[in-house]
């Protein structure tokens, strides 16, 4: 494993594959439109964004089984646009798996060892330490892959994307159809796997939480492009935009326009209200404030935050190791989320006041 | 009560299965029956005998000669059929997109047509003065090869007749190959000759076998192909059995023809079924 820690120890992020404003046409319709990219090397970069967003387009160009109608994608600084999948050192793991359903589960490990014809023998003892790796018994070697549980298929098709030894793993939402507590378990293995081989991972999916949880750097897609790029304590605390925030977890918004006498002023709520945003807004007169339901309190006065707005406790949620209160501000829903530790016995129609700090609010174009 | 009680499965199925004893089992017993009569003779279920099935097996005797060629011509048939049907399914499938429907209606539509005159078309077609020796006549080219009666034409015509029913199983066998799988194999570094053999091939074969029992059980029992292009040069096993029926009037030879017959079919199709996974060609899994 000494390369894996060299590859930390000196993280020198260099890229290894580059992409310079790429384009992928389907007759009219472009399904990605202008993507530059630097993937470095070792890293996990997850692309996230809604179905439709371009995504998979994006990871198949990066497999080689598109090649891009405009734009250039470099390996290591070599043009491959052109190179077909099976030359690439890129490994796809497909949404569906794609195991070979007639082949045991060694002989699927096996293929891409079998392919470049290494003797049985070494390609069983290779298929057996990839089983290991990836804590299936070795038994499982002779199984029948169909009958396996879908966690076990997972780990079947990465041992067999590991059995290639690609330098770049490229994943199209391969958890999305297990259920929540393997999926939780895998993510996290998915990580630990990712930090042992030190190769470069780069995951697709449409899920927050799995972005969240594994990535080194997330990049938000949203028809055809890149809308913001960065690590996931970057996007989560400071979106691009509203379409990012909303898509990063449950928002409160209040629509604001400047007014001279009173500056930053919002009709949102029952009485009009002046508020007090981020001292960073360089934006037009009108924009949209954006606060997250956590950083939303409960006051005991009007001056306990910057922002203090007042109103009736609706309804309650309890989302395990955090409440989230539904306050109605006149025909404004504002969502507060508090740890349980602090949760106040709310009683239904009880009047509150509830505000945040700007500093922990942040503003978009209207 | 309970002694008349019957299941329902039993009560709902009992008009088909009525159907089947009557229409079905008795004819077929009654035609193993037969084949042990004495020859020449109407003496079921009366005389037992296995002269008939020996006389089958005398190679004095001719009879043999077209289970031979019946077998022989329906392994080739088959064969071609395999190697023809298959770059059209895998067109049909993957390359001729928009007109892939178009080219199946085309296949299909000689169907609608009885078989016997389509037959006889290919004899216009080929036969002396025809559309092809006419043609090539005024050309000056002619006079054209003598190809009608021959076993070549006979074969000509079975693999003409029994496309269809390669084809249509063989594009569903290769349509059910995930394209996921073809890509994965590829991205693998898998070359197209082996992703062809070791993917594409066997998740297929399920089609292909189904099309390739499909047309060796039609042409094991083909007759019109020798009777009308082949004029006779062959007689197939079907033919055969139509002769002792009729002309010769010895039904114990047809129905010991009738069961080796039965008995070759059955067994080739129990073997092949017992490799398919029908439920899974069926999508039923």
Redesign the interface.
Known sequence: MSSSESAVAAKAPLPILQLVDVYKRFNDFNAVSGISLNILDGEFLTVVGPSGSGKTTLLRMLAGMEAPSDGNITLRGELINNVPAKERPTCLVFQSLALFPHKTVGENIEFPLKVKNIPPAQRKARALELLQMLRLPESYYAKNVMKCSGGEKQRVALARAFAYDPDVLLFDEPLSALDYKLKKVLEKELKDLHRQSGKTFVYITHSLEEAMVMSDRIAVMRAGKIVQIGTPETIYANPEDEFVAEFFGEVNKFSVSLNEEWGWFSQDTESSLTLRLPTDWPGSEQATVIVRPEYMRFATSAHEFDNVISGTVFNEYSLGSRIQYQVRCGNKSVLVEIPRTLARNAAPDEQVMIGWNAADAFVAEA | MARLQVSSGLRYASPVLIFLLLGFLAPLVTVVAYSFASPKSFEVFTSFTLANFSAVFDTTNSVWTSFVWSLGLAAVCTVLLAIIAYPIAYGLNHAFGRYASLVSVLFVFPLFVSENVRLYGWVQFFIKNGVVDGVLNSLGWGPAPEVLYSPGITLFGMVYTYLPFMLFPMTLGLSMV?Q??V?????????RL?VWR??EL??AMPGILIGMLLTSVLAVGAVAEAKILGGQSVITVVHDIEIAFTYAQDWPLGAALAVLLVLIIGGLTLAVLSRLDLDRVLGRR
């Not at chain 2, 890509?183 to 070359?191: I, Q, T």
């Open positions: 995930p996921d799988l890509d994965a194999a590829a991205d693998l570094g898998g070359g082996m070791e993917i066997p998740l």
